[in-house]
């Protein structure tokens, strides 16, 4: 039978049906593991799919960040009073928090965004260079955000 | 580069081929203005940044002051402009990734499109006034 053929020299283990269907012929006919597409569960996430996904998300991440920025604007157009509650209400925990994400989006989504111009220039797609211009924007992003409220913290002396 | 190229036959009227835009009717506008958009933002964030650095703590008479003086008021108005413009540009793609369905995807699309210009309207409109009254 060639079911127990295949079995006997098959260089994959088949346990189950989602094995077995996973077994396949190359072009010189011996059996191979068919690839699988890389499943996000499963698949250890190279550092230029994060540096993707993050630009995406800082970039949602500021757009609802913006609302804070309107906020902050009108509040100075209208009066002392309104101007106090904006700035009480940021320098909340809360407001604090979400300052601190703001930040970080905002050098991430500035620095990631270098890199795509960069790329739309037609640089930088070397794949020596996708890496640690990954890695690059993480850590100026980190730098940048520790730097401004290192800042922020000397110019209040809080 | 020894070898000549090749004459390519195109089977599209003069127009056509100027117009470069095919079936789609449409060209590399969103594209370009993403990029148009986000390279005029390069200045203009670190520039706020640093001025709100250089605030911290002030009351709000400094602020308006500050934000009321033409050169500020002028560089808050082409950040807000330049911030919402590419705000729209970049949820349109968010939107059109994953939002199935034509009409929720253009009615999710034109609610954005709504949104980000009543936003820059009212920040513009809130630079405005301070840039027209007296300090």
């Known amino acids: 039978m060639p079911s127990t053929e295949a079995a006997r020299e098959c260089p994959t283990?088949?346990?189950?049906?989602r094995d077995a269907l996973l077994v396949a012929r190359d072009s010189q006919h011996g059996l191979i593991?068919?690839?699988v597409s890389p499943h996000i569960g499963i698949y250890r996430w190279p550092i230029t799919m994060v540096a993707s996904i993050l630009n995406r998300a800082t970039g949602i991440a500021l757009s609802a960040g913006s609302l804070l920025l309107v906020w902050w604007l009108v509040a100075a157009a209208s009066g002392p009073q309104e101007f106090a509650t904006v700035q009480a209400f940021i320098a909340s925990p809360i407001g604090l928090l979400m300052l601190l994400g703001w930040t970080a989006s905002l050098f991430y989504h500035l620095f990631g965004g270098i890199r795509h111009?960069?790329?739309d220039a037609g640089t930088g797609f070397a794949k020596p260079s996708l890496n640690p211009v990954?890695?690059?924007v993480l850590a100026l992003t980190f730098v940048a955000t520790v730097l401004v409220w290192f800042a922020g913290y000397m110019a209040l002396g809080v | 580069m020894a070898h000549k190229l090749e004459k390519i036959v195109v089977m599209r009227s003069q127009l056509g081929r100027v117009r470069g835009t095919g079936a789609a009717?449409?060209?590399a506008h969103h594209w370009k203005a993403e990029r148009v958009t986000a390279i005029a933002l390069v200045p203009l964030t670190v520039w706020f940044v640093i001025a709100v650095l250089s605030h911290l703590g002030a009351e709000q008479p400094a602020i308006a002051a500050w934000a009321g003086r033409p050169w500020n008021a002028a560089?808050?108005?082409?950040l807000i402009a330049m911030t919402f413009h590419h705000m729209q540009l970049g949820l349109q793609v968010v939107w059109e990734d994953y939002i199935h369905g034509s009409m929720r995807?253009?009615?999710a699309i034109l609610a954005t499109k709504g949104a980000c210009l009543l936003l820059g309207l009212i920040a513009a409109v809130a630079v405005l006034?301070?840039?027209t009254v007296a300090h």
């Not at chain 2, 560089?75 to 082409?78: D, F, K, M, Q, Y």
């Open chain 1, 117 to 119: 111009l960069l790329w």
């Open chain 2, 129 to 131: 006034k301070l840039a």
């Open chain 1, 134 to 136: 990954s890695w690059l």
């Open chain 2, 25 to 27: 009717h449409s060209g």
């Open chain 2, 75 to 78: 560089l808050l108005l082409a």
């Open chain 1, 33 to 35: 593991r068919r690839p």
């Open chain 1, 13 to 17: 283990p088949m346990n189950d049906i």
């Open chain 2, 105 to 107: 995807r253009d009615a």
